[in-house]
């Protein structure tokens, strides 16, 4: 017997028959003998329906009453799929997130999980209930409802499993697994049989939505087994999926470039004719970061005349509040000659932890960008990745290229 927290996102519950759909998987696991604890997110469209309600009320809404509003979409889905388990005769109870005590801290919309009480879904699950949590949820000290920013779901379905030291975490969803890159722009993307933690994270963090930056955090510091697979394949014929491995697991060859992940929601700015001194970049990116704006690439070039450019990119909605702080605070404190900006713009980075030991990668994504005539406005690089920044017209091309240079399309799962 094995104890499984099952993830299903917002498209495997779409609607009271997808719900059917999977409370029958839920019951089958169960049937086999596995204790089961399942977590959902909200229907899909409701989160953003639910917060665009508020929007045609304020443009800026507390974020403290955002996150009420949005964390009732996941308690809608936790009741209808008790309710289907119910109808097939199987015992289950329904928890939002402040019911487990899914503890947070109060960084409202982008919360963080500091401890899961775990206490009453193992009584339940020894009593042979099957337990549906709220995903994207949680209550912080003062008893507020908090939710964990969007994807947030995957996040709740690792904790569990971190909690109740699960044998696996499952995040099902509307693809069978990893792809080599987004399915939905190379239809020529394959299936990864298994994906290292460094390569999923540097993935998630670099735009591939298939899991929350955070879940992988998690499943890599608990060592939690997680599992991507589809809740849309026929019963009794699913495939394996993509496991997140620990790279000293795969004992076989691994190819170079495991994937081709892409973001469009970031924006560029660059200040002009920068005075060459030390402090500069401090007193740049000062004041964004008080302005809590993430900033992702920075690139300084070499200083000539004793000026020099200085970019970065933030993303894409904070673009506008960051030139106005260039234009009005930074500028003329720094006396630069002027800042502009950039807000059609997309990253797209090869991630592979191959490339830690092959050498020419670099140089193979420069040139077929190149060859397309595809011109790269910035360039980062750490251990296994190398991203880029390039007018967002040419993502779709850029990545298809890339995805057949790197022989991506031939990897056989
Ligand atoms: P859910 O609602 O189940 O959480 P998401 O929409 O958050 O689903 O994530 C699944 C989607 O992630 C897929 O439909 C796919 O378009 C997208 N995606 C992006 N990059 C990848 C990738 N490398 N592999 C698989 N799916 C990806
Ligand atoms: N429902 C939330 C969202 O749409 C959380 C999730 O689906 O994981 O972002
Ligand atoms: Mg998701």
Redesign the pocket.
Known sequence: MALIVQK?????VANPERIKEVARRVARWQAQGHQVVVVV?AM?GETNRLLGLAKQISASPDPRELDVIAATGEQVTIGLLCIALHEMGRKARSYTGAQVRVLTDSAFTKARILAIDERNIRADLDSGNVVVVAGFQGVDEGGNITTLGR?G??TTGVALAAALKADECQ?????D????????IVPE?RRLNHVTFEEMLE?ASL?????QIRSVEFAGKYKVRLR?LSSFEEEGKEGPGTLITFEDDIKMEQPIIS?I?FNRDEAKLTVLGVPDRPGIAYQILGPIAEANIDVDMIVQNVGHDGTTDFSFTVPRGEFQRALTILNDQIKPHIGAREAVGDNRICKVSVVGVGMRSHVGIASRMFRTLAEEGINIQMISTSEIKISVVLDEKYLELAVRVLHKAFELDEIRA
């Open positions: 299903y996102g917002g498209t495997s997110s899909s994807g779901s995957d995040i099902y969803t509307d693809v697994g990893v792809y080599t890159t987004d399915p939905r993307a993935m735009g591939s939505k298939v899991l991507v994937g992940a």
